[in-house]
Every structure is written in C-alpha cells, then in structure tokens.
C-alpha cells in the first residue's frame, strides 16, 4: 500500500474514531482499527464490540491499495506531533510493517510501525433487511434532540429490567420523538415533520447517543437511520456509526408528561436562570435545594445552608395571577434544564399539589418541534 494524506485530516479521522476506546483495552485487537484505502478514498473503523465507528475521506494520492489494522492510539499519537503536511505511507501487510514519511522543507520525520492483516479483525455489523427500518432525515434534528434529551439520562441503570441510562426514539405517523428519563426529570423533544408510516421505537445506550451527538455535523445533511431488532445505523455519506441497542424496557414517560395542571407562569428565561445559579451558594450542600414563592407577577426565591448557616433570597417578575404557591426544586436540576430552553422566556406549568413542574419554551423554535422537560420536586 501506498498513499499520501494531510496529517490534519487524517488526525480528525483518526480522533472521530478513537472516541470510543477505552482507556484500559484488555482484549489485544481493540487496539487496532481497519485502514482501507480503495477507489481513491481512505476508510477508517474501529469498533469496542458494541459501537462501530466507520469514517471516510478522500486521498490527495495513491500508489496502490489496500487494507491493514493499524494500532490505533499509536497512530494518532504519531500524527499529533507532525506539523500539518502530507504523510507519506508505504504498508507491506505481507511482512506487516508500515513507515511513514514527511518533509516540510524545514523538518523531515520517519517512523515505522507493526501492522495486522485485516482478516484478524472484526466483521462489520449488518442490519438484517427482512427486519429493518428505515427513515431518512437530518443530522441537524438528531444531534439537537439528543442534546435536548441526553442530559436527562441517568448516570446508571438503577432500575431492573429498565434502561435509564439511555435515550429512546419513537418514529411515528405524526412525527418522531426523543425521550430521556433518570424517574426524577424526564426531557422530551417532538419533530412533528419526520414522519413515518408504520410505528416503531429504539432505544439508544447513553454511551451511543453521546457519540452520534459528537460526530453528525450540527448542520441539515442528509441523514438515514436504519434498524432491526438487535442494531441500529446512522449514516451520512462521510460517516457511518454502528450500535448494539438497548434490550431492556425503556419506561412509559409520556404519563407524567400529560398530567393536568393548575398553575402557569411565565418568566424570562435568563433571568430565572441567573438567579437559580446565585442561589447554588447558600444552599445545603448535601441537598443543594431552593424554594420557590409564586404570587402575583413575582417569584421569590429562597436558599439556606445549615453548613455554612447562610441564606439568600431573590424576587424577580414573572406573568402569574392567581393564588399563591410554593415549591421546591433541586438548583442543578432546575438550572442544568432552564439552560436547555432557546427562548427568550420559559413557560412554568404546575400541578395543584406542586409535585413537579414542566417547562416549555413560551417561543417556539422552529415549526414543528414540540420540547418539554418535567422535573419532580423535592419535599418542602
């Protein structure tokens, strides 16, 4: 094999696919990744037997084609300390020894290392087509429903035979969803123009949807997700991502989501926001919780620490009329989810008995996208 590739495109290719390897690899050939160079296009992938990562690139030239397993971080590492200049490779595979070469007219470098014949490696996963699903939309709407959602996901499963630590897809005829949940707060993001014939739903470990959220440009490119009972694609025309999916239950969240309420406010999104951090302060560490007083067109907030014995209260203005009511709510929770609102005001919806509030933006941020988060509350 012989080629020639810029070492900065090379490195973003090599660190796309390397997101997924674990510090400590204890199986030997997790260290390597495919290097395919055929029909004048560079193929990287590399899989920890759950996630696959396939990325592609096109070559500036090539001599001859190929493929080998590199060792991964090895490369990576080797391609970091390179100035951004063209590498030249040169890979026997039948005595598995490769050498790579630059020359920038001021420093030349050289460096060999061992590679494997691919036919070591792991075979690339296959959707079945006699029970696949498949639905074609943008990268724009899966990389911002996973970032409106993936914060709700618990850390851990702590639950049997449900998947908290997860993100759940529901593809319908009256749009799709994205869903997360850790039972304390639950974020749901609805794109009512991709739709579907038949329904079917997903659901996405949290490592997965934290990698595709990573690697799908933010931008609109075409996007096809395709699923069976066991995996799930999303491909794009540069970038392909393999995963194993959830096979436990993914918790019935749309319940707690339709409950009815007796309370409404509307506040400025910022500055409930910027008043919820101050709070953070003069609060019981070990809690980390604030009240909430809501009366006419104000809210008063209130935070003690008994650790520190220090405390802080704010009023701010809101639209609310009606009897006053009081609730408190964890500031990391409540913070971490006012963040995730794009408008410039926050709507606040409330049940009679204050056990839990759901927010929406009082602006909507696009037509047809519906985006809710439900965040229960802590005992007064």
């Known amino acids: 094999m012989k080629f020639v590739v810029s070492a900065s495109v090379l490195l973003k290719h090599l660190t796309d696919v390397s997101r997924i390897m674990s510090a400590k690899v204890n199986i030997s050939m997790l260290n390597y990744a495919t290097l395919t160079v055929r029909e004048q296009m560079l193929t990287l992938r590399y899989t920890d037997l759950t996630v696959t990562i396939v990325t592609s690139f096109p070559l500036e030239a090539i001599e001859e084609e190929g493929e080998v397993c590199v060792p991964l971080k090895l490369l990576m590492e080797s391609v970091k300390g390179t100035p951004d200049v063209p590498l030249h490779f040169e890979i026997d595979a039948a005595e598995g020894l490769a050498k790579v070469s630059f020359d920038d007219g001021m420093r030349q470098g050289e460096w060999s290392f061992n590679v494997v014949g691919s036919e070591e490696y792991y075979e690339m996963p296959e959707i079945e087509e006699a029970h696949a699903t498949s639905v074609d939309l943008t990268t724009e709407v899966v990389v911002e429903g996973l970032d409106k959602t993936l914060f709700c996901s618990a850390g851990v499963n702590t639950k049997n035979q449900v998947n908290l630590s997860a993100v759940h897809m529901e593809f319908t005829p009256d749009g799709m969803w994205f869903g997360a949940t850790d039972m304390r707060r639950i974020a749901k993001c609805v794109y009512s123009n991709v739709r579907v014939e038949k329904t079917s739903s997903v659901t996405l470990h949290s490592k997965t949807a934290q990698v595709i959220a990573a690697l799908l440009p933010s931008t609109a490119e075409a996007l096809q997700i395709s699923f069976d009972d066991r995996k799930i694609l999303f491909s794009t025309p540069s970038v392909q991502v393999y995963s194993l999916l959830s096979e436990d239950r993914y918790p019935s969240v749309n319940e707690f989501l339709e409950q009815p309420v007796s309370h409404e406010v509307i506040v400025n999104t910022r500055l409930l926001l910027d008043s ?78 204050c056990t839990f509030v759901i927010m929406r933006p009082a602006q909507a941020e696009a037509e047809g996208v519906d985006y809710m988060i439900y965040l229960a509350s802590m005992i007064l």
């Not at 650790?307 to 009329?321: G, H, K, M, R, V």
């Open 276 to 353: 919820v951090r101050q709070l953070a302060p003069f609060s019981t560490p070990s809690t980390m919780n604030a009240q909430y007083e809501f009366s006419d067109s104000k809210i008063e907030l209130q935070a003690y620490s008994e650790t520190y014995n220090a405390s802080a209260t704010q009023l701010i203005a809101s639209e609310y009329s009606g009897e006053p009511f009081k609730i408190m709510l964890s500031i990391p929770m409540f913070s971490e989810a006012l963040a995730k609102i794009p408008s410039q005001e926050v709507v606040l919806q409330f049940d009679e008995n």
